[in-house]
C-alpha cells in the first residue's frame, strides 16, 4: 500500500519520530513522508511510534487508495492536533489567550487541595517524638513499633493546636480562627500549643474528633488515614445505628494502633511516644512560612468553611489519594539536603522522617530526609496532583478514530450490536452530563463480549477517545478474555492491558499459545512486558502490557511503579474485579491508590456479575458506587441477571453519582438524572431515571417483553432433574463416616448413569470414522467430596464400546498442572472450530 505521513510534533518529539520514519519512507517535506510499504511493516512502524512517543508526539497515517482519494489509517500522540479525518488547521493563534483548556467544572478543587495541603503539612508531625526518633536512629536496636502510630500522635498534635486556637470561640467561627491563627503563627506557637495536648496512656481522654469544627475535623481524618483506615477491635455495634457519633464518640487510638491494646507497654515507653526533646516542626521557620500561605488561602475560601466535609465522599476521597501518592513518593526519594530552602537548618535541627539504604547495601541505613523538609515536599506534590486531577483522563493514552468499533456488523447474528452503537452514540452528550448505567443482557454466543467494546466506545467522544476496563469474575479467564478482546477488536499490544494474578499464570498461557502458533500458523505471539513491584503495588500481580507509559501528569509519581503505570495508563484493562476492588478498601494504604486512579479515568465494564454469591453483593455495590461517585459509566453484561441484583447496582451507582455531581456539577443543587439503557439481541432502549423505582419499573417491563420473545424461539438448552438412591439421606442408623461413603458411592452412580445416557442423546460425530464423542461438566462446590467422588468413579467400569476420560480439576493443582488442562480444555471447547475435538 501507499501511504502518506504527517507529523505534527513539537520539541524533542519531532526529532525522535523524524529519526524513526526516516527508517521507513523518505521526506517529502519537512514533516511530510510518503512510500509504499506492508500491512506488516506499518504495523511495526506504528509501534515503533508508539515506544518513543512523547506529550507532544502527534503523527497521522493517511492510506493513498487511489486518484483524490484517501483514508486516515491512524494517529499516533495526540490526537487533538488533527481532525477526525487527519486533517490540520490553515491558520492557529500563537497564543491560547481564552485558556479554555485550563478550566474544569470541578467546584470542590480548590478545597480538595486546602484540605490536603494542610494534611500534607501536618500528616507526620508524630515522628517528632522520642520513641520514632530512637528507631530511626541507625545506631541503636529499638522496637520496630511504638504503642501508638505516628498518624495517631500527628492528630493529636493538630488537635491540640485547633483546641489553642478555638479556646472560647463561638461554634461558627471555630473553623475560621484556627485557620486564620495557622495563617499567621507566632514564633512560640509550640509553647503555646503543648499544653493542650491530650496524651493516650496518661490521660484521661475521648476522640480526638469529639470538639473539633468540621473543616478540622475532615483535615484531621486525612491525617488518621494516610496510611490505612482506623478498624474497631471491639464488638461495640451501636456505631452501626448511630453512624454520626462514628467519628465523635468512638474512633480512639485502638483503632489505628493495635500495638496499644496487644502488648503491656512500660510506663516509660509510652511517655517517649508524647515526649518531643527537639520540638516539633513548630519550631521550623521554613515549615511555618508554607503552613502559612495555605491557610491564608483556605482562610479566604467560603465554601470551605461552610461544607461539612466528612459528608462530601467525592472531595474527601481525592483529598485522601493525593495525599497518599504524594507521601508514597516523596518518601522513595533521596533528602534534597540540608542547604535546600525546605529545611531549617538554624531553628530545628535532628528531627528525621525517614532512613535511606543503598540497594545491597547490609547496613541499617543512614539518615535520610528530615521532618519539615519531607512534609513540605509532600505537600508539593500533593498540591501538583490534585491540580492534576480533573485533567488527568485527557492525557492519558485512549482509543480514538477505531474502524472495527465504527463499522457495521453484516452478520445477522450479530446485526443487534449495530442498534446498540447507534443508541450509545445517540445518549453521548446526555451522558457527559448525567452518567451512564447500562444493562446487556443479550444470550449467550451473541457476542455480548463485542458488543460491550462498541458501546463504550460509542459512549465516549470520537475525537477524545475511549478508555475503559473489564472485570471478571474468574481469574482463569483473565488471560483468554485479553486475547479474545486482541481478536475480535484487532487491538494492539499498545491498547490492552491484562492485569493477572502473577508473571508464571502469564508466561504459562504464553507458552501454550506460542505452541498453538507454531502449529496452526494462524495467529500472534500473545503480551509481553516486564515484571515489577514496589511498596504500594500488589506483589503478585502482573500487568501485561507494551503500551507507552507517557510523560503525562503522573509518569513522575508512578515512575518507580511499573505495574501501576501500566494499569493506568492502558486504553482497555482486562483483569479480575478484586484488582480493582482495592480502591473501595483502603484499610491497607497504597493499595487504593492505582484502582482509584483507574476508575476516576475510565469507564467499567461488569462481566457476569451473577456469577458473584449474595455475600459478594455488598462489595460489588460498593465498587458500582466508587464508579458512579468517580464519574465513571458502568455497563453490566450476562444474560442471567436477577432483577434484584441490578435493582442494587443501580440503587448504588445513583447514591454514588450524586455526590460526584454535588462536587463536579455546573449546578450542584439538580437531582442526578443518569441515563438508563437496555441491549440485547431483540432491541436496545434508553430512558433517564432519577430514582430508583423508576428504572425498577421500566427494567421489569422490558424483560417481560424479553421473555415473550424468548419462549417463541427454538430451545437449546433443555434441563431435567435427577434423584440419588432415595435411600440415602435418612442415615440415623449409620455413623457418619458410613453415611458419607455411602452418599458418595450413590452420588457416583447417579453421575455415571447420567454420563452414559447423556452421551447416547448427545454426542459428536467423526467426519470420517465411526467415533462419537461427548463432554460433560460436574460442578462440586468443594474439593474433597470433589476428589472423593472421581476416585470412585474411575472404578467403576464402563461398557464395551465406551471409553469416559476424566478431567479432574481444582485450585489445589500445581500452576503447571492446572495450565496445562486449561491449554487442553481451551483447544477442545472452542465453539468457533467443531472440529478441534479430532
Not at 267 to 294: D, H, L, Q
Not at 635 to 642: D, F, G, Q
Not at 783 to 788: W, Y
Request: aromatic letters at 8%; glycine letters at 6%; proline letters at 4%.
Amino acid at each position: 500500500m501507499n501511504i502518506l505521513l504527517v507529523s505534527q510534533c513539537s520539541k524533542k518529539a519531532l526529532k525522535e519520530t523524524r529519526r524513526v520514519i526516516d527508517q521507513f519512507a523518505e521526506r517529502t517535506g519537512d514533516r511530510t513522508w510518503q512510500t509504499a510499504i506492508t500491512e506488516q511493516g506499518l504495523a511495526t512502524l506504528r509501534k515503533l511510534l508508539k515506544k518513543t512517543a512523547r506529550r507532544n508526539t502527534s503523527v497521522a497515517c493517511h492510506w493513498i487508495r487511489g486518484r483524490n482519494r484517501t483514508e486516515l489509517k491512524w494517529l499516533v500522540g495526540n490526537p487533538r492536533r488533527f481532525n477526525e479525518w487527519g486533517s490540520v488547521p490553515t491558520n492557529v493563534t500563537g497564543r491560547d489567550i481564552l485558556r479554555s483548556s485550563d478550566e474544569n467544572t470541578w467546584q470542590t478543587a480548590e478545597d480538595i487541595r486546602v484540605l490536603a495541603g494542610i494534611a500534607a503539612l501536618f500528616h507526620d508531625f508524630g515522628k517528632a517524638n522520642k520513641a520514632f526518633q530512637n528507631k530511626l536512629n541507625p545506631n541503636k536496636k529499638t522496637s520496630s513499633y511504638e504503642p501508638y502510630r505516628h498518624e495517631w500522635v500527628s492528630v493529636r498534635l493538630f488537635e491540640a493546636f485547633v483546641l489553642h486556637a478555638i479556646e472560647g470561640v463561638e461554634k461558627s467561627k471555630q473553623d475560621a480562627t484556627w485557620l486564620q491563627l495557622l495563617s499567621d503563627l507566632p514564633d512560640d506557637i509550640e509553647s503555646k500549643v503543648m499544653p493542650s495536648l491530650k496524651r493516650d496512656g496518661i490521660d484521661k481522654v475521648s476522640s480526638p474528633f469529639k470538639h473539633l469544627p468540621p473543616v478540622a475535623k475532615a483535615v484531621a481524618w486525612l491525617i488518621l488515614s494516610h496510611h490505612k483506615l482506623p478498624e474497631p477491635l471491639d464488638s461495640n455495634t451501636d456505631y452501626v445505628k448511630y453512624p454520626e457519633l462514628l467519628m465523635d464518640d468512638y474512633i480512639r487510638a485502638g483503632w489505628n494502633s493495635p500495638q496499644c491494646r496487644n502488648q503491656d507497654w512500660k510506663t516509660t515507653e509510652i511517655e517517649a511516644v508524647w515526649n518531643f526533646p527537639k520540638g516539633s516542626p513548630f519550631c521550623s521557620k521554613v515549615w511555618r512560612e508554607r503552613v502559612s500561605r495555605i491557610a491564608s488561602q483556605g482562610a479566604k475560601r467560603t465554601q470551605l468553611l461552610t461544607q461539612d466535609w466528612l459528608n462530601q465522599p467525592f472531595s474527601l476521597h481525592l483529598a485522601r489519594l493525593s495525599l497518599m501518592l504524594g507521601d508514597h513518593y516523596y518518601s522513595s526519594q533521596k533528602s534534597i539536603g540540608p542547604k535546600h530552602s525546605w529545611h531549617d537548618n538554624k531553628g530545628y535541627k535532628g528531627v528525621y522522617a525517614n532512613t535511606w539504604r543503598e540497594r545491597g547495601s547490609r547496613d541499617n541505613g543512614k539518615y535520610n530526609q528530615t521532618l519539615d523538609e519531607h512534609l513540605i515536599g509532600v505537600y508539593r506534590h500533593s498540591h501538583q496532583i490534585v491540580r492534576s486531577l480533573s485533567s488527568l483522563k485527557e492525557s492519558l493514552p485512549v482509543i480514538t478514530r477505531h474502524p472495527e468499533l465504527k463499522k457495521r456488523t453484516l452478520d445477522s447474528r450479530f446485526a443487534w450490536q449495530n442498534k446498540a452503537y447507534e443508541l450509545a452514540v445517540s445518549v453521548r452528550d446526555k451522558v457527559k452530563t448525567h452518567g451512564f448505567f447500562g444493562v446487556n443482557v443479550a444470550s449467550t454466543g451473541k457476542g455480548k463480549t463485542f458488543a460491550n467494546a462498541r458501546i463504550m466506545y460509542g459512549l465516549a467522544d470520537d475525537r477524545k477517545g475511549c478508555r475503559f476496563s473489564v472485570a471478571l469474575g474468574l481469574r482463569t479467564l483473565t488471560l483468554q478474555t485479553g486475547d479474545a478482546f486482541k481478536d475480535l477488536l484487532r487491538l494492539d499490544d499498545e491498547d490492552l492491558a491484562v492485569l493477572i494474578g502473577s508473571k508464571a499464570v502469564k508466561d504459562l498461557h504464553e507458552q501454550a499459545k506460542t505452541k498453538r502458533v507454531l502449529e496452526e500458523e494462524s495467529k500472534q505471539e500473545v503480551l509481553l512486558g516486564s515484571e515489577s513491584a514496589n511498596d504500594f503495588s500488589d506483589q503478585d500481580s502482573y500487568v501485561s502490557y507494551e503500551g507507552m507509559l507517557g510523560d503525562g501528569p503522573l509518569s513522575r509519581w508512578l515512575d518507580k511503579s511499573p505495574n501501576n503505570n501500566k494499569l493506568v495508563n492502558a486504553p482497555v484493562l482486562v483483569s479480575t474485579i478484586d484488582h480493582l476492588m482495592p480502591s473501595t478498601e483502603g484499610s491497607r494504604g497504597g493499595k487504593q491508590i492505582a484502582p482509584m486512579l483507574r476508575l476516576l479515568t475510565s469507564d467499567l465494564v461488569l462481566d457476569e456479575p451473577d456469577d458473584f454469591g449474595l455475600e459478594d453483593l455488598p462489595a460489588l455495590c460498593r465498587l458500582v458506587n466508587w464508579a458512579g461517585m468517580l464519574g465513571s459509566n458502568v455497563l453490566l453484561s450476562s444474560a442471567t441477571l436477577p432483577p434484584d441484583l441490578i435493582n442494587a447496582l443501580f440503587a448504588a451507582y445513583l447514591a454514588g453519582r450524586k455526590h460526584y455531581e454535588a462536587a463536579v456539577s455546573v449546578n450542584p443543587s439538580q437531582t442526578p438524572n443518569v441515563v438508563c439503557a437496555w441491549f440485547d439481541e431483540f432491541r436496545s432502549d434508553s430512558i433517564q431515571a432519577s430514582e430508583q423505582t423508576v428504572f425498577s419499573k421500566h427494567h421489569q417491563k422490558l424483560m417481560a417483553t424479553r421473555a415473550e420473545k424468548l419462549l417463541g424461539q427454538s430451545i437449546k438448552r433443555r434441563v431435567a432433574l435427577v434423584d440419588c438412591d432415595g435411600k440415602v439421606g435418612c442415615g440415623n442408623e449409620m455413623d457418619s463416616k458410613t453415611h458419607d461413603s455411602t452418599v458418595i458411592q450413590a452420588v457416583s452412580n447417579r453421575i455415571h448413569q447420567s454420563i452414559l445416557a447423556l452421551h447416547h442423546t448427545h454426542h459428536h460425530s467423526h467426519p470420517s470414522l465411526p467415533a462419537k464423542a461427548s463432554f460433560g461438566l460436574v460442578r462440586m462446590a468443594n474439593i474433597n467430596p470433589l476428589v472423593a467422588v472421581a476416585k470412585v468413579l474411575m472404578d467403576i467400569p464402563s461398557p464395551d464400546g465406551i471409553q469416559v476420560h476424566y478431567c479432574v480439576y481444582h485450585s489445589q493443582f500445581l500452576l503447571l498442572q492446572r495450565s496445562a488442562i486449561e491449554n487442553m480444555l481451551d483447544t477442545i471447547l472452542n465453539r468457533k472450530d467443531p472440529h478441534a475435538i479430532w
